[in-house]
Structure formats: C-alpha cells, structure tokens
C-alpha cells in the first residue's frame, strides 16, 4: 500500500525530448549534456548526504530530469531509504512518470538492501498494471533477477518456476542467475547441478555461463581450474569477455602469480579486450576511489550529445562537429567506442557514423584511432549491411551497392592498413558470421594484412565459421568442399567442429557418400569423432535407409563411450523395428542414458561450435573442483 501511495502522481508528458531538438538548437544539446551529468552527480551527493526533502525537491524540478537520469541516479543511492525519498519527491514532478528503466533501478536497490515488503509492493504494482508506461510483459523475469540481487537463494528458488516461457522452457540467463547465486551463498554443489539441468533441459551455455563458472572457481580458491576452463573457451567458440579475465587478474595477483599475469595480457590483446589499467596491474596501492558519475561521464555519451552529430538533410553538420570539438571533450577508446554504438543504436544512416569516425582520425595529438574504435567501426558497417533487405523492385546492381557498402569497407580498411592497426580475430570472426557469403570471403582476403599475428589456430577459427557462412549461401559460386580443400592445402587442420557442421550439411541434403567421406577424413587424421558426430552419421544412416549401418555407427559409438540423445536413440530404435530388428533394438535400449557424469546432448546450437570432448572436458573440472561436495 505504502509503494503505490507513493508511486501516485500525474502522467503528464510535457518532458523535454531528444525529438524536440530541431538543428537550428541541436548545438545546445552538447552543453545540456554536461548539465544532465550535473543533475546525475548532485542527486548522488544529495542522496548519499542525507539532504532533506526541499533540497531534492529544488534539484528534481528542472525540464532536464528524465528516466536516464532518475535510474543514475537511484543506482548511486547509498540506501533503501534515500532511493524512496527519491521516489516520494518525484510524485511532485509533473512531467516525469516512471518508466522501466527507473523502476528497474528502484527494484534492484531495494533487493540489494533487502527491503522485501517494498519490493513486493513494487511487484504489485506493475502487475496491478498502475504504471501505464510499464508493460507487465516481463515482470516474473524482473522479479527473479530482484530476489537473485538480494541473495535469498530460497526465494528465488520459488520464483524459478514462474519464468518458464511459453514453451516451458527458461531462458539461459535465468540458469546463468541460479548459477551465480548459488555459487555466492557457497552452495558449491547446486551450482554445478545447475550446470547439469542447463544442459539436461537443452540450455547451452553461452559467455555469460562460464563468466560465473570462472568467477566461482575464483573465489573459491581453484584458480588453475578457472584457468584450465579460460583456455578451452576459444575451441568452443565462446568469446573470453573482460568480465572473464577481470577474476582471473584478481585471483592472479593476490597469488602474486606475475609471470602469469603477463601472459593472460597477451591474451587479453588477442581477444581484443579492454580491462581498466588497475585491474591488470601488478603496482598495490592505485587510486580506486573514482567518482562513479565522473567515470560514467567518461565512458558514455549521452542521447543528446549525439543528436548533435546529426543534420537533417546533409548527414553530419561541420558547425556541429566544430561547436563539439570547443567543449575539448577528452576523447578515449572505451568513449568513442561507445558513441559509435549509440549512434547506430539510434539508427544513423552508416555515412553519418563513418564521418564523425574520421573527424575523429583527423585529430593528431588529440585522439588517434586504434584496434578498439577500428573494430567497432568495422563491425557497424558490416551489421548495416547484413542488417538491410534489398528491395527487389529496385534496379538490383544500385541495390546492391548501396546495400553492400564496399566502398566503406575497402576504404576502412586501407586506414587500417596505413595506421598500422592490428585486429583481433574475433572481430574478423564477428564479421564473417554476419555477412554474406561473397562479402565474408571479400574481407577474408585481407585478414592476415589487418590480423598480425594470426595463429593456426584463430586461422582455422576463420576458415571454420566462413565454411559455415558458405553453407548457408546458395547465391555464393564458391562452395563449402572448395573452402576446406584450400584449408587443408594450407596445411589448416579443421578440427572436429567443423567436420560435424559440414556431416550435417550434406546428412540434411541426403548427399550419404559425402557424409562418409567427411568421416573418414576425420579418421584418417588422427581425429577422435565426438559425440555429435556419431549422432550425425547415424541419422544420416537413417534418412538414407541404411540401418544396419546406422547401428554399427551406434555400436562404435557406445564403444567409444558415449550415448546417443533421445531424440536419435528414439529415430533409431523406430527404423530398427520397422526393420524386424528385435534382438538390436535390445541393445540399443539397453544403453546407459548416462556416461561420466555427462547428459547425451541434443544437437541443436553445438554443432558448428562446440565438440562434445571440450564441454565434457569443462564439466568434469567443475564436476571435480566440488567434487566432495558434489558427491
């Protein structure tokens, strides 16, 4: 009841907007930024100084509050308390109503001081529909990540069967979520069971899901576990985030394990990750006391500040970029990263982006373009471009050309080149797999100019996921078998990813012979073929009528200790019936559904990336690391 009473006020919308900035006074927008991050950084201090209710009154009644700011703000509130006074003194602002941002921000305050009476308020009231900006839509995941935030294991736990989809089955972060918070209360075995479920209910893991296996192994003193899983992400073709490598730095110096130290900052160069210096340093004592609202003024640019790189008619005005380059903003890599996000996430055509990325570059002594904003920059052209749809009706060569941008892609990649610039091949990774096929083979051809050093190992990475690419284009003259013959030719083994994915191109085109020559190819290199493999050969077996054959690939599968999912075991054991085939369908039935602690898992979303032997490999250390427990 309190919570709604306070939430009472008008629903007015007389609040200034980013639409109300017309070019003729988007030059203002550069100075109402800076006074936006005032507003932000006096309500911080107002909240964390007790300030009475006049004082934040007299700050929150200014055209320049909104959503954005209210939610900095909160996010800053040194208690519960200070974060309702907020709150309670908005109802008094009549052009501002809460939006999910804010009550988002409000509920993970109230989760973090575990004020579970208002929170449950709070639940109530979007769920009673009293705030008409806010749809319900996603009010049982939000209620899950609040009681996951205030750490009480048990309710969340009650929540967990109210976030099932509509096709009963959880999203992945909600395992992530479990995960992370059993691992915080010490619940070191029900974490690694949730690792399990994920997998057993057909939940793949993704970053996030080894960021908090990584962070648990951690904090629970296993650091050469957390680094022995670190190492086996890339085959597995998960990106190593900074959330990543920002324990294993931490759980490394406090081991004051240097030498290692120094090694995972040539990692971190290769994946093409940024990590505050103190967070990689090996010098005790740093400064780690900055203000928070500072250090967000740094690393964002806000919504208003970017309108001002737009011009109605001609894309990016000069006096605009003039009147931004007087406020002498102090470019850095991480901050003009995040413009050029903003920018596109507002939908600027790709021309007005690429102009203010060479304002950018003509700035000698004051911002110099490098791997981090090169990337970024390469990645947008090549989602704009994957991201637009012809039209058909059009002349199909002007199309294409305004569609494929080639001109911008050849022309970023010559400053690469004449800077000196060295990607990571992530981001050539990134962009093969949202490209098309000729365009992903166009800049495949330039990756060892613009990716210096390229191992073996991130060139077979490419060459893998164009392979893919290629699979999946039928418009490209260059097929899948040409790129791995080249592969091979020079002398790139494609591992055991790769083979599966291609198994099961030619398996759904019913090519059988192809299929087989694939798998001996797989044999005759010294390459053990996984699980998904053997599930590929023998539906392939299957859908060619080839039944006995398929369950001898099943025999040598389970010889090769692994077992079939459900969804092949039941395909198989159907055909063999058919087939008058009892005394095999005995055999087949008559397999462990189980083998080392692992699930048979289903091959959807694994195939292409991940071989069976790494994820079995990453479950049984985790497995081990708690194994007493665990038992």
Known sequence: MYLKQLFQQSFSYSTLSRSSLTPSVSLNAISLYFQRSQLISSLKHALRSNAPLESLASLVNTPLLDSFVVSRALQYAPSADSALLLVKTLKNVPHFSHTRMTLKALGIVLAKFRRFPELQGLISSIRNKDFPDVSTKS???????WYAVSGDVDT???????????????CIEAYNILMGDHAKAGN?????????????????????????????LVSSGKLDSAIEVFCILPRMRIRRSSRMYAPLFKGLMDARRFEVVSDLKNEMQIDGVILPSRQCSNEEGEDEDEDDAELASKIR??????????????GVSLEILSALDDTNVAWTSVLVCKTLLRM??????????????CWLGNKPGRFTHDAHTASTMLKIIAFWCSDKVPDWSYNWKKCRDTWCRYDLLDELITKIKEGGISLSYI?????????????????????EEICNPLSKFHLMILYSSLIRKLTQDIFCPLGALDMLEEMIFRGVLPDIPTFTGLMYYFSRKRDLLTVVKLFRMVQRNNLRPDAFMFQILIRAYLRCGKVDRAFKAFKDMRDSNFMPDSATKALLVNCLSKEGMSEEVAVVEAGSDEINHLPPLPLHAYIWNVSSFDLKRVYEIYYHSFRAATS
């Open 139 to 145: 009010i049982d995941m939000d209620e899950f990540l």
């Open 156 to 170: 969340v736990l009650h929540v967990w069967d109210k976030i099932k989809g509509s096709r009963g089955r959880r």
């Open 188 to 216: 070191n075995s029900e974490a690694v069971k949730v690792f399990y479920k994920m997998m057993e209910e057909n939940a793949v893991p993704n970053s996030r899901t080894y960021t908090a296996m990584i962070e648990h």
């Open 301 to 314: 640019i806000e919504p208003e500040i970017i309108s001002t790189l737009r011009d109605t008619n001609e």
């Open 344 to 357: 596109f996430d507002d939908y600027e055509e790709v021309d007005n982006i690429w102009a203010f990325y």
């Open 427 to 447: 981001t050539l990774n990134y962009i093969i797999d949202r490209r098309r096929a000729k365009g992903a083979v166009r800049i495949f051809r330039h990756v």
